[in-house]
């Protein structure tokens, strides 16, 4: 459904997004993680069309991006509605935009976003929730194959963040094609298919439980403790470990192979008196992104 | 308070566009207005009748003539010198009957007419100024001593009378000369900063991102963008026109509907203008500076308030690329010259020219992407 390949962009001799490929299917959630200014943004506006690449092939549904305008819609990262029209307004204007008259369908949409309360209130008067349910609205309005969000949840309370991938999740049933960007890996982990950027280049991909395998032979140790300065450096300094990672009051430590149990409960036990054992424990998305990004960070 | 004027200073460091029009937009301007600002006109275009074709008569003319003042051409009667005012190929106009030096040797103080334009102030002032010297004794004084051997028998002070005859404004009514351009002028700003920032302003408030992103075309965008507009300015016309007329005794039109067609092209010239401002700039606060940028220089050098006579032949061009120079010439044509529509009509094309190219420059300009 959508297929890109070579997409490259440079600003000012600084290359955003470098050589990257990608080939999504029907009905999918595609999920591109990355940090910021990893060229996430950069990559969703060259497949919308509205910068241009500076090499590279894009195919929307089987189509250049100009002629495959009618089969996708577009949510931007900041609220891109008009502030000083209704919620009906909006509505109206984008479904005319892709030439959409039917009332009915916009009405219902209305309803599926809990915006019919609001529909002659002013854009610009709706709570940031509310304003990414009409910016979806809108996106929805010409009944698009694709939808292309640029981080639809960033800003979002949980509660509305749920819904919200609720109704993506409905959006894929109905074998609508859905395209994220997002930095949160719980998100992550609700796509159907993954990609890791950082700094441009495209790191890794795959589904949420197989990308996992980016890290190569890798293993997690956890163990209960407030967080330690001292320890942290420690371990920092020390050999095979790839990432230290403090959640509250457990600390994920990822080693390479070769560090064992021992050793690492030795490094431990120089700094604490009398630490918790440590559990072995399976890498998680978040390991991911970090190790991946930090490792990219360090090479580049 | 230190801090604020800091973030200020910087934030205004970072905008090299809106620097170079702070620094380049005065020097231009300043240096344009020092060559071309100059009140006494040259060779205004004067057209004559001298039935009398003597040495006097020759005298008078050369007079006009040397002064660099007026350049003179010579049509068939009285009635085509008016006609040449009024189709503004010429300023001035000057008769001279047969009769002049039979009138003038019998001491009779023969009659001679001046002719002005009335529709451009300060050049009718300049030219009563003016043509008064050709009374003056340097040149009357040839008048007494014509003969060296016939007796001086001139007894008046004056050997001929010079009759100024303003056209079209007969009593030269201020109101006449400015209020037609300041329609213009009017329509000018509210058009250039109405639609000036209007692509600005969706791109700064990124509502252009999503509206790029939607199949539409760039001539139905920029198409759809100025129509609007363009109604509204032109009901705004309208609206100040009547306001003339109702508290000014401004002059109903030779035509209603010239006046319409007028109206309506130059509406279109200053919306497309503007929208091409705004596809130029990057921020409102640029698109602000480039719209004074244009009318500052359009009421000063289209002959509204100084004749274009009296800027230099080098930089009078740049008075024909300003629109409002057209909207000037038919503006007076209509209101007050009474000028026929064939004396116009390189006027009414010029401002339709603009409108394609600007509209043309703005599909151009406009990119589907940010």
């Known amino acids: 459904m959508i297929h890109a390949a070579g997409l490259t962009k440079c600003f000012n001799g600084h290359t955003a997004v470098n050589a990257i490929s990608l080939d999504i299917a029907k009905g999918q959630i595609f999920g591109l993680l990355g940090p910021n200014a990893a060229g996430k943004t950069t990559t969703i506006r060259m497949l919308c069309g509205i910068i241009e690449a500076d090499a590279g092939e894009i195919l929307i549904d089987e189509m250049r991006v100009a002629q495959a305008k009618m089969g996708f819609g577009y949510v931007a990262q900041s609220f891109g509605q008009y502030e000083e029209l209704s919620v009906w307004e909006n509505l109206q204007f984008y479904a005319q935009m892709y030439g959409v008259n039917d009332e009915q369908r916009l009405h219902l949409l209305l309803q599926r976003y809990a915006l019919e309360p609001f529909k002659d209130q002013m854009a610009g008067a709706l709570s940031g929730g509310y304003q990414r349910r009409l910016a979806l609205a809108c996106a929805l309005a010409h009944d698009p194959k694709i939808l292309f969000l640029d981080e639809p949840t960033a800003g979002i309370d949980p509660v509305t963040r749920k819904l919200l991938w609720d109704d993506f999740y409905q959006l894929s049933a109905q074998r609508k094609t859905l395209f994220v960007t997002t930095h949160y890996m719980e998100e992550a982990q609700r796509c159907h298919q993954l990609a890791f950027m950082a700094a441009g280049n495209m790191i890794a991909t795959g589904t949420p439980d197989t990308i996992k395998e980016a890290l190569g032979e890798v293993k997690v140790y956890t163990t209960q403790t407030p967080y330690l300065p001292a320890l942290h450096h420690v371990l920092r300094e020390s050999e095979g470990i790839v990432l230290i990672n403090q959640f509250g009051t457990e600390l994920r430590v990822i080693v390479k192979p070769e560090v064992t149990l021992t050793s690492l409960e030795n490094i431990i036990n120089d700094v604490i008196d009398q630490p918790t054992p440590l559990q072995i424990s399976e890498p998680n998305l978040e390991d991911v992104f970090i190790a991946l990004t930090q490792d990219k960070a360090v090479t580049a | ?370």
């Open chain 2, 1 to 370: 308070m230190r801090a604020m004027i800091k973030k200020e200073l910087l934030q205004l460091r970072r905008d090299p566009r809106l620097i170079g029009l702070i620094v380049v937009m005065p020097l231009v301007l300043l240096i344009l207005f020092g060559v071309a600002l100059k009140l006494e006109p040259q060779n205004v275009k004067m057209a004559y009748v001298d039935k009398d074709h003597s040495y006097f008569t020759d005298l008078i003319k050369t007079s006009l003539w040397t002064d660099g003042y007026f350049e003179l051409y010579e049509v068939t009667s009285k009635a085509k010198i008016i006609e040449e005012i009024r189709a503004g190929r010429a300023k001035a106009g000057l008769y001279i009957d047969g009769s002049f030096s039979e009138l003038l040797t019998e001491n009779k103080q023969p009659h001679v007419t001046f002719y002005v334009d009335g529709t451009m102030p300060s050049l009718t002032t300049a030219m009563k100024y003016q043509s008064a010297s050709t009374t003056d004794e340097s040149v009357t004084n040839d008048m007494y001593f014509s003969d060296p051997d016939a007796p001086n028998i001139v007894i008046a002070d004056t050997p001929f009378i010079m009759d100024t005859q303003v056209l079209f404004n007969p009593d030269e009514k201020e109101t006449w000369f400015f209020l037609p351009g300041v329609i213009g002028v009017l329509i000018m700003q509210i058009a250039l900063i109405l639609t000036g920032i209007t692509v600005v302003r969706e791109r700064e408030k990124q509502t252009l991102e999503q509206l790029l992103v939607t199949p539409i075309s760039k001539t139905n965008f920029i198409i759809g963008k100025l129509l609007p507009y363009v109604l509204i300015a032109l009901l705004d016309f309208y609206f100040i026109l009547a306001v003339g007329w109702g508290l000014f005794e401004l002059p109903q039109p030779s035509s209603h509907l010239l006046l319409f067609v007028l109206a309506l092209v130059y509406v279109a010239v200053m919306i497309s203008l503007g929208l091409l401002i705004s596809l130029f700039a990057k921020t409102q606060q640029q698109a602000m500076f480039i719209a004074i940028f244009i009318i500052v220089p359009s009421i000063l050098l289209s002959g509204f308030i100084f004749p274009l006579e009296a800027i230099p032949e080098a930089v009078r061009y740049i008075s024909y690329m300003i629109p409002f120079t057209y909207f000037v010439e038919i503006i007076r044509g209509l209101l007050i010259k009474q000028t026929l529509l064939i004396d116009l009509l390189y006027a009414y094309g010029a401002l339709l020219g603009f409108v394609v190219v600007f509209v043309t420059g703005s599909i151009m300009k406009f990119r589907k992407t940010l």
